[in-house]
């Protein structure tokens, strides 16, 4: 039966929220080594602009769609074509937060896995072969990683059960500023290694040659991905969204942070890198593979920094993972609750047992399963780049293009400009509108095919 929704207390609970799903594995797992495989600070650069003016205006257009329609992504699908001609790319949508949330829980499975190792002080003594040792024996056996993604998937559930204010609100409101402070703490320590400032300049001092199509696309998949666009994930929190809050602020500053939470992660692992004579293009095993072993020398120099940095980092890690998971998990449930009208208990239990049961064959595929192939992809590799390379550009497509073209320019004025009440919002109406209508889709388009032919 569908029940009256929820919304968020004020401001700050929308920005610890957006921010929350924004700000995860994307940042903390996935930036850091993408700017190693892609040259360092130009990647940065490409990332900063393809945050502004492509990821920001695709913020943008979820947001209105869920604050003003007020259901999930089906519901706006069918009540925009109503002929269900285009039904599929509803399905399109809803299948990219169920394949996120399945390869994610695997990751934060990860990190709490090494939360565990942490405290238990395994990081003390550990060189850079036992380091890669590790992770690859905990990886590849069948199942530990499935236990710890299991613990991981019934945490978010929890969470999502306790409902929008007790739990989705409540638990980012107390978790993002404790996360902020522990990344902070780790970016001073790991600047102050001997030999840092390689790190340091790594990513800040940008190599202009080394931008081709491919780093522009992994720029722009990184910001959809670290932004959590075009799986529905901030059209249903602006669903939450009261009337009187801005889009725009919610907006920038969702990018802000998570923008300087991207660059805060860089800074905390890259210059621990070099000052530990590794090469920094070592690709989505950076954090699990090489940063123990770079904990563990410190613990040469101080035994009590040793131990508590590697805590607080996968602590940080383990947070941030739960914010931007409870976000997609939110998405299907919020599909199955509100479209197909399932009760609250069916409804998280679904979400559930599919997360858990598409992640096993994923954390398989680093085992048992390592040897089976899709064009050329392990199933967890295959599942991360049909998302970041694909769906999610449909999904932002999709919505830009409803709001661009099938919502009423009244309809989205009113929206971005709380029914013409805030002034700034009404001096950029215009420009940001032409922008969504014909600019955004044509970017995306381009950005898409050069994936699929480049």
Known sequence: MKGKKEQFSNR????????????????IWRFPYMVGENGGGAFVIVYLICSVFLALPCFFSEAILGRHSGTGIMGIVKSKFPEGKLNFLGVLCILSPVLILSFYSIVGGWSLEYLVKAIAGDFNSMSETESVRVFNDYSSSVWRPILTHFVFLTTTAVVVSLGVKKGIEKFNKIIMPVLFVLMVLIVVFSMSLPGAEAGLSYILKPDFSKIDADVICDALGQSFFSLSLGMGTILVYSTFMKKSESIIGSGVLTVVFDTAFAILAGLAIMPAVFSAGIGPSSGPGLVYETLPYIFSSMGTVSPTVGYLVPLLFFLAVLMAALTSEISMFEVIYEYLRYDRLYSKKKAILTVFLIGFLIGIPCSMSFGVLKGFTLWGLTLFDLADFTTSN??????????????????KKEEVYMEITNNGEKKFAKLIFKPLYLWIRYVLPFGIIIIFLTNLFV
């Open 12 to 27: 700050f609970a929308v920005i610890a929220a957006m921010a929350g799903s924004a700000i995860g594995l994307g940042n």
């Open 390 to 407: 694909f769906l999610m550009f449909i999904g932002s497509l999709l919505f830009c293009m409803i709001v661009g073209w099938k919502m």
